[in-house]
């Protein structure tokens, strides 16, 4: 470990210390060594396991330099993370705003449960710091300024939120006459799980010569906009309220395909695809695809014209990340990517029993408004006790009441009965296998201690697997994107066993979650592992999050025979693991 990550988990633990309301002693200790530990040239990583030229820089005592040398060697340090374990790895990043310290926090944390940036952002939407000691008007007005320019500064969206923005653009856009073609191109385009930016593409009659000006004054007067960065006749440029950059292009529909194709990307597929153009014997750019010999146009107009004079198939945009997707239009051989429409199911679901929203009835009923049918009533169990998380004999109720809005159903849809279930520190599953016995599906799921060693975490995870009623691995990395990265273990080695098993791995749709990745997908495919699509939903409203998690599946190349919930319920029950 570089001084400096040594110097911030000291200064981690001391700002986490003092929200905790921590010994000021010790506190002021931490401090103290972190400082030391910038300002010395010596690498303590070479001298860590020496104590005494440990304790030779001025600043580190004995016990300080045997949490040095502890860092050293697990990587993380203990007392920080039991810290983290307590208020949660976002509280962190609320740290990190401008004006922010540990007292601003601590009380944000005991009077409005505030632990993440998203949660201080809700809260001041709702007015809810007002009449806090420490927040005056002008404080709240930083407070918000900081907010805004934290995500600024991760500069990436959530899929949800680029979806809500796009859809309202959409709309405005549909109030202006003579425009054929609006398409969102870019990594949105390709489905990546975050986005940064908007890169809007427009065609019509109205963007042509005589009208392009008055359009793009159309653009520029759109009310969501919160500063605009450019503003040509052919490209405006703005920024949205949440910081969200969006290009709008101005084309001429002549050469529409052409600008889809170069915006859309990615960069990487773009360069493959301009190399084997010249190969060919053609130049392709954002205007067209166009002889070298003489400068005229071969294709242009649509995407399937550009990839067909190049001998290629058409390539869906959620494969366009130049990983094998060029030569396999050539030979034909790109997969048959699975569909929204293919799947039959979605069997992680929440009600009012824990963290839900909705009731039993409700959930089941919005999933038959959907199409499926099947759907699954999996809520947490008793160690998340602030879902208020059922133990065992509630979860025994539970299930009777699932049974009877199953057979209230009388058959238009299945609702099965199940659970998700903690995955406790040591890998034990937070209820007994008696009651896991009765379920259809039983959800295995890591949501505390996310910050164990590497080791451990592999260990508790794998050892989770092994318990014969575990048919499902919900959420396997833990993620929560531009939040927390996933907790740190072997994931090859999980998706070993659980292919070894028949536990099938969840892909999560939550857009916050998204979890497994595409690579992480791709993977778990190619080493055989059965593959899950569900929702998580808290809400009737949350069953739509089911295209963020699609989008992750086509990524990953994945068919409709790679994905269980595709199948009717009686042969998905049956391609579960089968139980003892
Ligand atoms: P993002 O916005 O960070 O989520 O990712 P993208 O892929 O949307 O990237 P962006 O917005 O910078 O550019 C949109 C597309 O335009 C990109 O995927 C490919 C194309 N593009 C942009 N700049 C270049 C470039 O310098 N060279 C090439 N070949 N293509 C580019
Ligand atoms: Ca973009
Ligand atoms: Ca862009
Ligand atoms: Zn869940």
């Known amino acids: 470990m570089d001084n400096r990550s040594i110097a911030q988990l000291l200064e981690e633990t001391a700002d986490l210390l003092e929200i905790d309301g921590g010994d000021s002693f010790r506190i002021r200790s931490y401090r103290r060594a972190a400082e030391a530990v910038q300002g010395t040239t010596v690498a303590l990583s070479e001298i860590a396991q020496d104590a005494k030229s440990l304790q030779a820089i001025p600043g580190i005592g004995k016990g300080m330099a045997a949490n040095i040398a502890a860092m050293e060697e697990t990587g993380t340090f203990s007392p920080r993370k039991e810290l983290l374990e307590k208020y949660g790895a976002g509280i962190l990043e609320l740290l990190k705003l401008p004006g922010m310290g540990p007292k601003t926090v601590a009380l944000l944390f005991s009077s409005l449960q505030i632990a993440t940036v998203g949660q201080l952002e809700a809260a001041l939407k709702a007015g809810k710091l007002e009449g806090l000691p420490r927040f005056g008007e002008k404080q709240i007005a930083n407070l918000k300024k900081a907010v805004e320019e934290y995500h600024q500064h991760t500069g990436r969206f959530l899929l949800n939120v680029a979806d809500r923005e796009a859809e309202a653009f959409r709309e405005y856009l549909g109030g202006l006459e003579g425009l054929e073609q609006v398409t969102v191109a870019g990594s949105y385009r390709r489905g990546r799980e975050t986005v940064g930016d908007l890169d809007v593409l427009i065609a019509g009659p109205a963007c042509e010569q005589d009208r392009a000006t008055e359009t793009a004054a159309y653009v520029a007067s759109y009310p969501g906009i919160a500063d605009i960065l450019a503003h040509g006749q052919n490209k405006v440029s703005f920024h949205l309220r949440n910081r969200m950059q969006v290009d709008v292009r101005l084309l001429p529909e002549s050469s529409y395909g052409a600008a889809l194709q170069y915006f859309t990307g990615s960069k990487s597929h773009n360069v493959s695809l301009r190399q084997r153009a010249l190969k060919q014997g053609y130049t392709l750019s954002e205007y067209a695809l166009a002889r070298v010999k003489d400068g005229s146009v071969a294709a242009a107009r649509t995407e399937e014209e550009i990839y067909a004079a190049l001998g290629l198939e058409w390539i869906p945009p959620h494969l366009r990340e130049n990983l094998g997707e ?183 749709s939550s857009p916050e979650r998204l979890d497994l990745n595409d690579v992480h997908l791709r993977t778990a495919h190619e080493k055989g592992c059965r593959i899950v699509i569900n929702t998580d939903a808290h809400h009737t409203s949350h069953y739509g999050n089911i295209q963020y998690g699609m989008r992750q599946l086509r990524r990953a190349w994945l068919t409709k025979q790679d994905v269980l919930n595709t199948l009717p319920a009686k042969k998905f029950l049956g391609a579960l693991r089968p139980r003892p």
């Not at 199911?345 to 919005?366: F, N, Y």
């Not at 959907?370 to 160690?383: C, L, P, Q, V």
């Not at 164990?452 to 499902?472: D, F, G, H, I």
């Not at 740190?488 to 791995?505: I, P, T, Y």
């Open 326 to 508: 060029i030569e396999a239009a050539e030979k034909h051989t790109l997969p048959k990517l699975v569909e929204q429409a293919d799947i039959r199911g979605d069997v992680h679901a929440h009600t009012t029993a824990t963290d839900g929203r909705c009731s039993i009835q409700e959930m089941a009923e919005a999933a038959l408004a959907r199409g499926y049918e099947y759907m699954a009533i999996t809520d947490h169990s008793k160690n998340l006790a602030m879902t208020n998380g059922l133990d065992a004999k509630r979860a025994r109720e539970h299930m009777k009441k699932i049974r009877e809005v199953d057979a209230e159903m009388e058959g238009r849809i299945r609702v099965l009965t199940g659970i998700e279930v903690d995955i406790l520190g040591d890998g034990e599953l937070d209820l007994p296998d008696d009651i896991l016995a009765e379920m259809d599906i039983v959800i295995a799921s890591v949501h505390t201690l996310f910050n164990q060693p590497r080791k451990e975490m592999t260990e508790r995870v794998l050892r989770a697997v092994e318990n014969p009623y575990v048919r499902v691995l919900g959420h396997p990395t833990g993620r929560l994107l531009l939040l927390r990265e996933p907790f740190d273990f072997d994931l090859g080695a999980v998706l070993d066993r659980c292919a070894e098993l028949g536990v099938a791995v969840e892909q999560n």
